[in-house]
C-alpha cells in the first residue's frame, strides 16, 4: 500500500504530510529492497546502481556523483565494475540497497532483504542497515518474520496478524507490554495462560492456575490472559517474590541456554536457564521455580 500497488480499505497513508492515495507508484518517491535482490545480471553493479537514474534522464555528471557517493555509503565503490555473479550475498544486498538509495527517495521498503543470508551474515547486514540508516537519515520501513530481526532493528515496530495490525510501539514497548496475547506469544518466548483479577482483602490479587500473586492496585479485574516471559521464570526459590514447588516434564537442550518445562499446579510453566543447569536436572525431578510478579503482564482478551 505504501508503494501504491495495493489500495487500502480505509484509513490514509501520509508522505511528509501529504495523502499520497491517488498518486501512481512511480510518482511515489518509495523504494523498494526484495529479499531476491532483483539485480541485472548482464549488467556491472555500477550500470545497475546507475539504472534508475538513467531512466529518468539525469545528466551524466550528476549520475556520476550520485552513484560514486551511494556506492561508497554501502561500501562498494571498489567493487563497481563487477557483476552480481561475482559477487557474495551480501554484498549484492549492499548493491541492492544502493540502487534504491541512489534516487534519495523518502521511503526505503525493505521485504524481508536479508532473508536468503546465512546467520552470521544476516547479524552483519542487520548492524551495517542500522548504520546506514542511520547516515542517510530516511525512513526505512522493515518487513521481516524473525522477531529477534525486528526487535534488534527497529526504532518502532507493528505486529500484524490476518491483516490487521496489533500492536504498534518501541521494542521494549512491545516485549514487556504486548497488548494481545498473539504479541506476547510472538515476539520472543512467553508463558501464555487464561487467570482472573479479583480484589482480596483489599488487596488486587491474580489468578493463574492455582498461582496466586499481588498485582497494581489499578489492575482492571476479571477474567484476562496472563503473560510471563521466560527468562523472567527462575530455578531458584530466592530470585523473586513468588515461588513455587513443581516438576520437570522436558528439559530442551538451545546451544548457551536451556529451556526447562515445569508442571506447577495444573500448568506448564516454561523457564530459560543457563545451559549447565539445564544440564544436572532430569524428568520427573522436583524444583522450585519463581519469578517477581511485577514481570506478570495482564492481557486483555
Known sequence: MIAGFEQPSSGRILLDGVDVQGIPPYRRDVNTVFQNYALFPHMSIEANVSYPLRMHRVAKHEIDERVSETLALVEMEELRKRFPHQLSGGQRQRAALARA??????????????????????????????????????????????????????????????????????????????????????????????????????????????????????????????????????????????????????????????????????????????????FALSNGQAITVSFKAAEVVRIDG
Open 101 to 278: 538509495l541512489v534516487g534519495r527517495p523518502k521511503v526505503l521498503l525493505l521485504d524481508e532483504p536479508l532473508g536468503a543470508l546465512d546467520l552470521q551474515l544476516r547479524q552483519q547486514m542487520q548492524l551495517a542497515l542500522k548504520q546506514l540508516q542511520r547516515d542517510v537519515g530516511i525512513t526505512f520501513v522493515y518487513v521481516t518474520h524473525d522477531q529477534g530481526e525486528a526487535l534488534s532493528m527497529s526504532d518502532r515496530m507493528a505486529v500484524m496478524s490476518t491483516g490487521h495490525i496489533e500492536q504498534v510501539g518501541t521494542p521494549r514497548e512491545v516485549y514487556f507490554h504486548p497488548n494481545t496475547p498473539f504479541v506476547a506469544g510472538f515476539i520472543g518466548k512467553a508463558n501464555l495462560g487464561r487467570g482472573t483479577v479479583v480484589l482480596e482483602s483489599g488487596a488486587t490479587v491474580g489468578h493463574w492456575g492455582g498461582i496466586s500473586f499481588p498485582m497494581a492496585a489499578d489492575t482492571p479485574l476479571g477474567p484476562c490472559a496472563f503473560s510471563l516471559r521466560h527468562e523472567s521464570v527462575s530455578l531458584s526459590d530466592g530470585a523473586g517474590d513468588i515461588a513455587v514447588r513443581g516438576t520437570v516434564e522436558e528439559v530442551v537442550f538451545l546451544g548457551d541456554s536451556s529451556e526447562v518445562m515445569v508442571a506447577v499446579d495444573g500448568m506448564t510453566l516454561v523457564a530459560k536457564a543457563p545451559a549447565h543447569l539445564g
